[in-house]
């Protein structure tokens, strides 16, 4: 099942990817929590920190949300490098970046252990019916 990660009350994890969810930025909170050094990240599919108990479908709510120009927000389990996980309350949003492209900005901070215990079921459900 891997090691959980418990985000601390101060951690705050940013990334941001061009449009098509490619990592361009990444801060020290999330490298530290995901395990991956800057470099390891940079070029990257954000999706390399998807973990196999996230359902499908929360994604794709995440993709039509942004790709209109809405803010998501929702819990995500992602996987840490070394086969682990953690758990994040996320908020992502389309904005233009410095250089005149678009792309998403995504914060995440820690989940409360109530939030983790609904989404954990509510997700295995959702998975059941893939």
Same mark, same amino acid.
């Given at each position: 099942?891997?090691? &959980?990660?418990?985000?601390?009350?101060?951690?705050?994890? #940013?990334? &941001?990817?061009?449009?098509?969810? @490619? @990592?361009?930025?990444?801060? =020290?909170?999330?490298?530290? /929590?995901?395990?991956?050094?800057?470099?390891?990240?940079?070029?990257? %599919?954000? =999706?390399?920190? !998807?973990?196999?108990?996230? %359902?499908? /479908?929360? +994604? *794709?709510?995440?993709?039509?949300? #942004?790709?209109?120009?809405? @803010?998501?927000?929702?819990? #995500?389990? =992602?996987?840490?490098?070394?086969?682990?996980?953690?758990?994040?309350?996320?908020?992502?949003? %389309? +904005? &233009?970046?410095?250089?005149?492209?678009?792309?998403?900005?995504?914060? !995440?901070?820690?989940?409360?252990?109530? &939030? /983790?215990?609904?989404?954990?079921?509510?997700? *295995? $459900?959702? @998975?059941?019916? $893939?």
């Amino acid at each position: 099942m891997g090691k &959980e990660t418990i985000l601390d009350e101060y951690a705050f994890l #940013v990334s &941001e990817t061009d449009e098509k969810g @490619i @990592i361009k930025f990444a801060n =020290n909170d999330f490298c530290k /929590i995901a395990e991956y050094s800057l470099d390891e990240l940079m070029g990257k %599919p954000h =999706n390399m920190v !998807r973990h196999k108990d996230m %359902p499908k /479908i929360a +994604f *794709k709510d995440l993709w039509d949300t #942004v790709k209109k120009g809405d @803010i998501w927000t929702g819990y #995500v389990k =992602n996987a840490t490098k070394n086969g682990g996980y953690y758990w994040v309350y996320a908020t992502v949003y %389309p +904005f &233009e970046s410095c250089d005149g492209s678009m792309g998403y900005l995504s914060c !995440r901070k820690k989940a409360s252990e109530q &939030e /983790i215990e609904v989404y954990e079921k509510l997700y *295995k $459900e959702l @998975i059941a019916k $893939e």
